[in-house]
Antibody, heavy 120, light 107 residues
Framework: DVKLVESGGGLVKLGGSLKLSCAAS????????MSWVRQTPEKRLELVAA????????YYPDTVKGRFTISRDNAKNTLYLQMSSLKSEDTALYYC?????????????WGQGTTLTVSS | DVQITQSPSYLAASPGETISINCRAS??????LAWYQEKPGKTNKLLIY???TLQSGIPSRFSGSGSGTDFTLTISSLEPEDFAMYYC?????????FGGGTELEIK
């Protein structure tokens, strides 16, 4: 079975940094595009980063560009999200997601999420 | 960015009923809309993508329709396990964007 397990969330001060990890199992990790999606306390969902199967191409929306970095280690079946210059609006539940198919479709598997709280 | 307006935000229905949830995009997204189900204690589930393609393993009582800017998720003969939160999401162009969600509760 496909399983995505996030870790690394926590309480961070404004301007701080944090790195999230996602351990993937049950599928050929190196074949799939992966993404991080967050859900705010108001329950709004937002794609924050995406990466292609070999890690050579990434996407970030303007809200996090220059502050967040997505990466992957296909040998370890692990996805990462390095976050820096954190703002209060980054407070959210962060989901690791797999993208459907081999060309990066919508999110066909989600993890349970890890929570980031940014405080002053 | 493509804005997605989802309606209604709240819907109460009884088991056995048929319901519809709508999403409207601020510009044409062709057929590229997905629907997800969110339930407490479970991981989010992809129900439908590309407007009307049923994801593997999803019951046929779920169906999607629409193209361009207007889309509908229909759940026929509601089962008790269908009462949940539902989100739509456009996957036509980055940044992919989500609707605000519909909470489907038992009447």
């Amino acid at each position: 079975d496909v399983k995505l397990v996030e870790s690394g969330g926590g309480l961070v001060k404004l301007g701080g940094s944090l790195k999230l990890s996602c351990a993937a199992s049950g599928f050929t990790f190196s074949s799939y595009y992966m993404s991080w999606v967050r859900q705010t306390p108001e329950k709004r969902l937002e794609l924050v980063a995406a990466i292609n199967s070999n890690g050579g191409s990434t996407y970030y929306p303007d809200t996090v560009k220059g502050r967040f970095t997505i990466s992957r280690d296909n040998a370890k079946n692990t996805l990462y999200l390095q976050m820096s210059s954190l703002k209060s609006e980054d407070t959210a539940l962060y989901y690791c997601t797999r993208q459907l198919g081999l060309g990066g479709g919508p999110f066909d598997y989600w993890g349970q999420g890890t929570t980031l709280t940014v405080s002053s | 960015d493509v804005q997605i307006t989802q309606s209604p935000s709240y819907l109460a229905a009884s088991p056995g009923e048929t319901i519809s949830i709508n999403c409207r995009a601020s510009k044409s997204i062709s057929k590229y809309l997905a629907w997800y189900q969110e339930k407490p204690g479970k991981t989010n589930k992809l129900l439908i993508y590309s407007g009307s393609t049923l994801q593997s393993g999803i019951p046929s009582r779920f169906s999607g329709s629409g193209s361009g800017t207007d889309f509908t998720l229909t759940i026929s003969s509601l089962e008790p396990e269908d009462f949940a939160m539902y989100y739509c999401q456009q996957h036509n162009e980055y940044p992919w964007t989500f609707g605000g969600g519909t909470e489907l509760e038992i009447k």
